[in-house]
């Protein structure tokens, strides 16, 4: 903690980026004081007081806490004013224009992923998703990139998710994931949405994370989608360096 930061404003920061970045959604308050190292009591006002505000929910079954709805519209704000979207538009337009589709810039955050820009092809198929929908990070080809680039814990939860889709059996699950790494980018051919396919590739970050993704959604075929691969994966990689710093 710094030195001009006020003790108490910055354990509810603690507390609401501990529900924000940490392994599962809703947490009791006792594992909350526990990993903080706060006391039960101190925690507990915090909780109520967020409560007030709409930026925490407790489940009444089951007495833990999770992130409120009221982060939405502070969220919405926020993806007005993205320095990130300026910076991604004119790859997004290159994207779109090369492709005949949708391109969308997602941005991994609080267990979801949230489209923060898209562009439309001037001619083509226009998907109309709109800015600030959130998709599970196991959707699709969101999906599979998060199990591809994502960390051992984050592939096991993934794994139980009824959206996740793969081409391989679980059994050749590692040498489709091991694909994905090395094309840098993932596909979903009308696996989700018998309508539409669509392919992702990762933005990361000078650690590796992953910061967000690159994804075209369109009607293309298998044999399209391999053509249209490399040019997502490649969007993905200067958007890594001009958003992340990444090289």
Not at 187 to 194: G, H, Q
Not at 199 to 204: G, H, Q, R
Request: with cysteine; charged share 30%.
């Amino acid at each position: 903690m710094g030195k001009r930061t006020v003790p108490a404003v910055y354990q509810v920061g603690k507390v609401l980026s501990y529900l924000a970045k940490g392994p599962n959604f809703k947490v009791k308050l006792t594992d909350i004081a526990r990993d903080l190292g706060f006391h039960k009591s101190r925690v507990y006002y915090i909780l109520n007081t967020l409560r007030e505000f709409g930026l925490v929910e407790k489940d009444p079954s089951t007495k833990a806490y999770s992130l409120g709805p009221a982060l939405i519209f502070m969220g919405e704000k926020v993806l007005e004013n993205l320095d990130y979207r300026r910076k991604a538009e004119p790859f997004l337009k290159e994207l779109a224009r090369f492709t005949g589709c949708t391109a969308f810039l997602g941005k991994v955050s609080e267990g979801r992923i949230y489209v923060v820009a898209k562009e439309y092809a001037d001619d083509g198929v226009k998907i109309t998703i709109p800015l600030g929908y959130r998709f599970p990070l196991s959707y699709g080809a969101l999906g599979k990139i998060m199990l591809a680039f994502g960390d051992e814990e984050l592939k096991k939860v993934l794994l139980e998710e009824e959206r996740l889709r793969l081409w391989a059996k679980r059994v050749n699950l590692e040498e489709e994931l091991s694909r994905f790494r090395e094309q840098g980018y993932a596909e979903d051919l009308r696996e989700v949405d018998i309508r539409f396919s669509s392919i992702a590739a990762p933005i990361l970050d000078p650690a590796r994370k992953i910061f967000g993704m690159v994804f075209i959604v369109g009607t293309f075929d298998e044999l399209t989608a391999h053509f249209y691969g490399p040019h997502v994966a490649s969007t993905a990689k200067e958007l890594s360096k001009v958003i992340c710093g990444s090289f």
